[in-house]
T-cell receptor, first 114, second 111 residues
Framework: DVKVTQSSRYLVKRTGEKVFLECVQDMDHENMFWYRQDPGLGLRLIYFSYDVKMKEKGDIPEGYSVSREKKERFSLILESASTNQTSMYLC?????????????FGPGTRLTVT | GQNIDQPTEMTATEGAIVQINCTYQTSGFNGLFWYQQHAGEAPTFLSYNVLDGLEEKGRFSSFLSRSKGYSYLLLKELQMKDSASYLCAVRPLIGNYQLIWGAGTKLIIKP
């Protein structure tokens, strides 16, 4: 069964802290994505990666960085957390050589920055 | 620009039928997804349409008209557990790995 896991379901951090969100998939997928989801705005792409050590900026990369050292793991880093980064963060993965490019999602991390 | 529009919220009655519409304007088109997302949970895949027409999958059906940039998700015999947000997403021609997402439609089912 397809599985994407995220390191935390809920996280509370202080302004200025460095925050690491981890995502692991066990489907041997090449593509991995980080989104944030806010009410009324839908899913917004922060970064994605189509291979190990490769990364591409999405629509809202400012204030974030990513790391993909291994195929199964994609980390999102908030260099200096700010209150406007309070959000639900969703990780997803997909395989490029499927018919649909369907994305599989992790359970999400609800981050609160105080 | 690229844009996907869906109604923000809809209400329907248990046992009834509801149609959730999605219109899109994107740089090329490779297919359209519908996902279901229960509150506080991850989105889960419902359907994928590439060609025009209706695709039925149990109580859920999805329709696509490429010429009109229009899709709908049809839910029949509504159950309380269908209360969720329904997300429309388009796979554009360029940037195949990415999807363009609508803001989602929150569906409320009343007894």
């Amino acid at each position: 069964d397809v599985k994407v896991t995220q390191s935390s379901r809920y996280l509370v951090k202080r302004t200025g802290e460095k925050v690491f969100l981890e995502c692991v998939q066990d489907m041997d997928h090449e593509n991995m994505f980080w989104y944030r989801q806010d009410p009324g705005l839908g899913l917004r792409l922060i970064y994605f990666s189509y291979d190990v050590k490769m990364k591409e900026k999405g629509d809202i990369p400012e204030g974030y960085s990513v790391s993909r050292e291994k195929k199964e793991r994609f980390s999102l880093i908030l260099e200096s957390a700010s209150t406007n980064q309070t959000s639900m963060y969703l990780c997803a993965s997909s395989a490029p050589r499927t018919v649909t490019y369907e994305q599989y999602f992790g359970p999400g991390t609800r981050l609160t920055v105080t | 620009g690229q844009n996907i529009d869906q109604p923000t919220e809809m209400t329907a009655t248990e046992g009834a039928i509801v149609q959730i519409n999605c219109t899109y304007q994107t740089s090329g088109f490779n297919g359209l997804f519908w996902y279901q997302q229960h509150a506080g949970e991850a989105p889960t895949f419902l359907s994928y349409n590439v060609l025009d027409g209706l695709e039925e999958k149990g109580r859920f059906s999805s329709f696509l008209s490429r010429s009109k940039g229009y899709s709908y998700l049809l839910l029949k015999e509504l159950q309380m557990k269908d209360s969720a947000s329904y997300l429309c997403a388009v796979r554009p021609l360029i940037g195949n790995y990415q999807l363009i997402w609508g803001a989602g439609t929150k569906l409320i089912i009343k007894p």
